[in-house]
């Protein structure tokens, strides 16, 4: 009689089930040849159709978004404003420091002979 907590099958190994390295492979390609085979039937049923759709839905919001109010609108103008404010004060106010910096009279060491420091 088989346990309460049981299938009635009993396991004597759990790595008893080991599989072929060859059969494994065949058993990919014919899976990938399934899947390209049910591709084809896909595009060729309605995926042609799906594919017009989704381009000639893309191209008329497009259009609506590239109209000249949806454009040049107040919250696209303080996008603006605040892209400029950053690379102001993260880019070009450094960039125009390091630029007046006078990097020949930066440190100077004295040479002593009892101190071979930097140069």
Known sequence: MASPY?????????????????SAIAN???SAARASRMAWKFW???GRFM????????AHQLRRNLAFNRLFSLPHLLVVVWAVVLLYGERWAFHSKVEQCRWDKW???VR???N???P
């Open 112 to 114: 002593n002979k009892h």
């Open 107 to 109: 440190e100077k060491w």
């Open 44 to 46: 060729n049923d309605r």
């Open 28 to 30: 990919l390609r014919a």
């Open 6 to 22: 049981s299938n009635g099958k009993k396991y004597t190994h759990y790595g008893q089930y080991h599989s072929d390295p060859r």
């Open 51 to 58: 594919i017009y759709a989704a381009i000639v839905s893309s």
């Open 116 to 118: 071979a420091g930097p």
